[in-house]
Structures are given as structure tokens and as C-alpha cells.
């Protein structure tokens, strides 16, 4: 049986270094822009940036973020989760979901009743109660991803 904690990083600062590395390793964005990020999350004074990690023992196993935006023009569809990843061998076994139930009830309770995601997948966020909204370009893409959003008021996890 899988044992793992779900942590938000305003809560752990000291995982602070231990996440934007794992991040970085996980999504090659460079990590002074992880460190700035959550730097932000600690020293801010809203629920936005905020970072997630679900911690099995000593390791990382997933994460994933709330960001202003990810990399996109629409700049009225914010905040956005993103950078959703989960280590391949602890995939398929429901560790995505928790993440996602997890960071849409913490935003809730601070206020942030909706959320975009934009991704490549299709089918998958569906099961977490997200909605496809609209194709949006990520900067720098040459084809159109998925927007997603999740309306704490109308959906239920």
C-alpha cells in the first residue's frame, strides 16, 4: 500500500531548495525561476504562487504549482495550476488526484474558488472534475493545448 503525505510548501519552508530542484529536474525550467517562485509563495501575502509536493518517506513522488500563469497569452485565465507531475513508477495509483483534490480545496479555502491547467491530455483531468474551457497557444508552441478549468462552487472532487 502506498503511504505518502501531501505538504504545501508555506507550510514546509525548509523543503523549499528540496522542491525547485525536483521541479526543475522534472520540467527543465531553469531553477532560479523555482527558487524565485517559491521565494514568492514564502514571502508573499496571498494563496498565489504556491507549490505542492506529495512526499513518500524522504522522497518527492509528485507535485505540482499555482502559478499566475503558465506561459500562455490568455493572462485573464488565472491563476493556473501547473507543472503536475508524478514520479513513473508511483503512477497509477491515484497520487495525480489526490494532488489535484488537494491544491483545488486549499485555494478554495483562501478564496480562489476557480483554476486553469493547461495540458496536452486529454481525458485525464476530466476524472478530477476539470473542464475543458478552450484551445490556448503556450508561448513559444506551435499547436494549440487544452485550458482547463475547476469552479470550486459548481464542481464537487
Not at 478530477?128 to 464537487?156: F, I, K, Q
Request: net charge negative; hydrophobic share 35%; glycine share 8%.
Amino acid at each position: 500500500m502506498l503511504s505518502y503525505a501531501i505538504i504545501r510548501l508555506s507550510d514546509h519552508p525548509v523543503e523549499a531548495e528540496r522542491m525547485a530542484r525536483w521541479f526543475h529536474e522534472k520540467w527543465g525550467i531553469p531553477l532560479e525561476a523555482y527558487r524565485e517562485s517559491m521565494d514568492a509563495c514564502l514571502n508573499g501575502n496571498g494563496p498565489v504562487p504556491q507549490w505542492y509536493a506529495a512526499v513518500e518517506g524522504e522522497r518527492i513522488i509528485g507535485g505540482l504549482g499555482v502559478i499566475e500563469n503558465d506561459f500562455h497569452p490568455r493572462k485573464d485565465l488565472t491563476p493556473n495550476v501547473c507543472a503536475v507531475y508524478v514520479e513513473p513508477d508511483r503512477r497509477r495509483r491515484r497520487v495525480a488526484g489526490a494532488l489535484l483534490r488537494f491544491v483545488c480545496q486549499d485555494m478554495a479555502r483562501q478564496g480562489v474558488k476557480t483554476l486553469y491547467l493547461l495540458t496536452d491530455h486529454t481525458g485525464f483531468y476530466e476524472r478530477y472534475g476539470w473542464v475543458y474551457l478552450c484551445p490556448v497557444r503556450g508561448d513559444g508552441e506551435d499547436a494549440d493545448s487544452r485550458m482547463y478549468l475547476h469552479n470550486a462552487e459548481t464542481e464537487s472532487l
